[in-house]
């Protein structure tokens, strides 16, 4: 019992509520990118992809809390880069190819949505009403496709909210804190995943801007991995304004519309 000790301690519940909240912004970018692969699948896939993956991050977090001693080696510079002049640890190593990962990503589904959205939406019904043999079978092949490329983007927002999570709480004895804040807000990504995806998926001038931001947190994580410090509140300001013009105009369009259908019966 002594493990869940500090969660009956009242002066540790700030700090799990800090934390709890700091996880659930932290997941964004994570239920995003979880949200756009799942979007290429079959309709009835798309929610069972979504937690499937969610179920990953979560797995993944709480695996890396408890090898916390191991992840703390991984801030040991490993080897000096001349021409930086700056040591590179494992966790600068992570960082830098999950950046480039994610940017590359994000980049070509960014491509793909703009020059080829017809051949990367999900399979349609063939004319019996079910999916064809074909079809069924890519759609197999890109599940199991979407699972490797969640578990390898999920290990590197992993590494950086765990880290975090260690900053804020600052104590190892504390693992229990830790542990719970990351369930609790993955419970959270979870319950909007659903709606945010619909969403996304409804609008594609929102998955434009989605895929946008996840190409700005590629870049974030490359200037970690190299030492660049960048407050990912100022991306987050970014998107969300940028988010709030685009419902702005989503508005404008629906009101238009409406005025011309009346117009129209006039």
């Known amino acids: 019992m002594e493990f869940f000790a500090p969660l009956f301690d009242p002066a540790n519940l700030p700090g799990l509520l800090t934390l709890s909240l700091l996880e659930i912004v932290l997941g964004i970018d994570n239920v995003i990118f979880i ?4 979007g290429k699948l079959p309709q009835e896939q798309q929610r069972s992809a979504r937690q499937i993956g969610l179920a990953v991050a979560l797995i993944s977090r709480i695996a890396l809390l408890f090898a916390i001693s191991w992840v703390m080696t991984l801030t040991k510079d490993l080897f000096t ?6 040591g590179i640890s494992g966790k600068d190593i992570i960082l830098i190819v999950g950046g480039l990962l994610g940017t590359g990503k994000a980049g070509h589904e960014n491509y793909e949505n703009g020059e080829r959205p017809d051949e990367h939406q999900p399979q349609e019904l063939d004319e019996k009403g079910a999916f064809g043999d074909a079809a069924q079978k890519s759609s197999k092949n890109f599940f199991a496709s979407f699972l490797v490329q969640v578990v390898l983007l999920d290990v590197v927002f992993s590494l950086d909210s765990v880290i975090t999570a260690v900053g804020i709480v600052g104590d190892a004895s504390k693992l229990v804190i830790m542990v719970v ?9 979870m319950l909007g995943a659903g709606p945010i995806g619909d969403f996304v998926q409804k609008h594609a001038s929102v998955r434009v801007l989605a895929l946008a931001f996840l190409v700005l947190i590629g870049f974030l994580l490359l200037g970690e991995g190299f030492e660049q410090h960048i407050e990912k509140g100022y991306v987050y300001f970014a998107m969300a304004f940028a988010l709030g013009i685009e419902f702005l105009n989503m508005r404008m369009r629906s009101r238009a519309q409406r005025l011309a259908a009346r117009n129209n019966k006039s």
């Open 35 to 38: 949200t756009i692969l799942a």
């Open 81 to 86: 880069m001349p021409v930086l002049n700056q």
């Open 181 to 189: 804040a990351v369930i609790l807000a993955v419970i959270v990504m």
